[in-house]
């Protein structure tokens, strides 16, 4: 339900006002007497009620008729969406170390897992028309959602996930790799685009990571990959301090291998970022976003069915009532 002028219906905030005004100013005696004494014998008689219910009727049909003023109506909305012909397939680690908490964010630690997460989320609602799939690779590689355009199905899949839910004590980067490749594989899309993060070397599956880069090069899929994690050493949770109830951390080395992630962007034409900290991690999916401009046809058609025609002939009744029971039934003396 929608109105055409809806701005109408702040007149309906002035009928109780002009109620009261109108009950407050009263109307004029039917008989004047030069004596309220003359009177006494009648004081007890009940007043009639017929004068409310009048007035109650003429301000209802004036209600309606304001609120056919503001012209309500049913709408229906339909919107085609033509995808943008962009399909991106984003490989996500979940071996163990992506729990190292050496991001930061307002003053709280954030581990790697969490914060590629939240990036991601906000890549995927900026590109409502592109098809975008998640894979998801630890010691194996699985597909967590296929390509499609329903990000809500795609968001919640990717809220679920959490480490461990897969074998997570190795990193199968060529398996991610190909296992992405390979649901693009068959498109005829204008742009094929694989995004790898991950934080550690290739150290299970059966595939090569420039093995799996000569496929990508070959069916002209772009690969983005990033290394995750800041540099040196990072912490690590290890447990609680039994006193205090704090997170106790052990600091471990950093071991992405960039070399590995940089041939891979290059054979693909894509580009390696290393994301060692929250604002850098943003600030390289506004880039690729930027980079892999998207285009979309949008088609809206809007139908209003129009109600107010449903409000004017009840009006129209409740005023002829009220004219007819005020000359009749209800008729006063002049």
Do not use: C
């Not at 693009?184 to 880069?213: C, E, F, H």
């Not at 960039?258 to 991690?281: P, V, W």
């Amino acid at each position: 339900m929608t109105f055409g002028h809806p701005i109408f219906l702040l007149l309906l905030l002035l009928l109780p006002v002009l109620a009261w005004l109108k009950g407050k100013r009263g109307e004029q005696p039917a008989f004047v007497y030069s004596s309220v004494q003359l009177m006494r014998g009648i004081l007890n008689i009940t007043r009639a009620r017929s004068g409310g219910f009048l007035a109650a009727l003429r301000w209802l049909a004036l209600a309606l008729f304001i609120i056919a003023l503001a012209q309500p109506r049913l709408t229906h909305s339909e919107t085609s969406v033509k995808a943008s012909g962009v399909d991106i397939v984003v490989a996500l680690d979940m071996s163990g170390s992506m729990i190292s908490e050496d991001f930061e964010v307002h003053g709280k630690r954030v581990n790697r897992f969490n914060m590629a997460r939240k990036v991601l989320e906000q890549f995927i609602k900026k590109r409502p028309n592109d098809r975008i799939g998640l894979v998801v690779f630890a010691s194996q590689a699985y597909i967590a959602t296929p390509l499609t355009l329903d990000h809500d199905f795609l968001l919640a899949n990717l809220d679920r996930l959490k480490i461990g839910d897969i074998d997570e004590n190795r990193t199968a980067i060529g398996s991610a790799l190909s296992t992405a490749v390979n649901r693009l594989r068959d498109l005829k899309s204008k742009s094929k685009i694989v995004i790898l993060m991950t934080d550690g070397q290739n150290n299970s599956g059966k595939i090569p990571p420039l093995t799996a880069a000569e496929a990508a090069q070959a069916l002209n899929v772009k690969a983005y990959t990033i290394g995750v994690g800041m540099r040196g050493q990072a912490p690590m949770p290890a447990g609680r301090n039994p006193f205090t109830g704090e997170t106790v951390y052990q600091w471990i080395p950093v071991d992405v291998d960039e070399d590995t992630l940089q041939k891979i962007a290059q054979m693909t034409s894509g580009k390696y970022y290393r994301a060692d900290n929250a604002e850098k991690f943003q600030a390289i999916y506004a880039e690729i976003d930027k980079q892999e401009k998207t285009e979309a046809e949008v088609k809206k058609f809007t139908h209003h069915q129009e109600l107010f025609g449903w409000l004017i002939p009840p009006g129209l009744g409740l005023l002829l009532l009220e004219i007819i029971l005020r000359q009749t039934i209800f008729r006063r003396l002049p």
